[in-house]
């Protein structure tokens, strides 16, 4: 049973320019977050998506945008790239449990590894 | 701004030791949960504690919440050079589905 898989795994861009990071969430689960984890730091919560629509968002700007498809995979879209967006970026998808414990048990991805020049 | 913090930020012991990892925040969490990251990895989650006071004992780690659920922490007995990573906690507030993580504490262990 594949986990979490992100791609892709490292990827450089120029400031200005958009990057598209893609999540595919384990079996079973329906609930996709994003996290951004800069070198040395704990990640970031960006935002989450639930039944293809944004449910809670982190302190990040419009830049930032997602989208979830019907199969519960999910993109992560940055546009006009700066050089403090560089960072580990995380996916993370939570089980199809309604209980108050497991809706927070999440299961990561190994992340996209973006480096902004 | 932070809400949770973590101590020590940097950790470097001998095999055999005995360590202790703190998180500390002014907020009260409904739950909270420790990570272990390996560089190239995502974080693994280790535990997850809801009650306050709560004591979880995983191997030769031991995991405790704090009373008014706002702190909790993470001690190890005997660590070994596989015990080496990125410790972080997490806490969820409320029905929040979405974790607020801490700086983490990077762990060596020598052999």
């Known amino acids: 049973d594949a986990g979490v898989t992100q791609s892709p795994t490292h990827l450089i861009k120029t400031r200005g320019q958009q990057v598209t990071l893609r999540c595919s969430p384990k079996s079973g689960h329906d609930t996709v977050s994003w996290y951004q984890q800069a070198l040395g730091q704990g990640p970031q919560f960006i935002f989450q998506y639930y039944e293809e629509e944004e449910r809670q968002r982190g302190n990040f700007p419009d830049r930032f945008s997602g989208h979830q498809f019907p199969n519960y995979s999910s993109e992560l879209n940055v546009n006009a790239l700066l050089l403090g967006d560089s960072a580990l970026y995380l996916c993370?998808?939570?089980?199809?449990?309604?209980?108050?414990?497991?809706?927070?048990?999440?299961?990561f991805g190994a992340g996209s590894r973006l480096t902004v020049l | 701004t932070q809400l949770l913090e973590q101590s020590p930020q940097f950790l470097s012991i001998q095999e055999g030791e005995n360590l202790t990892v703190y998180c500390n925040s002014s907020?009260?969490?409904?739950?909270l949960q420790w990570y272990r990251q390996e560089p190239g990895e995502g974080p693994v989650l280790l535990v997850t504690v809801v009650t306050g006071g709560e004591v979880k004992k995983l191997k030769r780690l031991t995991f405790q919440f704090g009373d008014a659920r706002k702190d909790s922490s993470l001690h190890i007995t005997a660590a070994q050079p596989g015990d080496t990573g990125l410790y972080l906690c997490?806490?969820?507030?409320?029905?929040?589905?979405?974790?607020?993580f801490g700086s983490g504490t990077q762990l060596t262990v020598l052999p």
């Open positions: 993370a998808s939570t089980p199809v449990t309604r209980n108050r414990a497991g809706a927070n048990v999440l299961t």
């Open positions: 907020s009260v969490f409904s739950s």
């Open positions: 997490a806490g969820a507030r409320g029905s929040a589905r979405q974790l607020t």
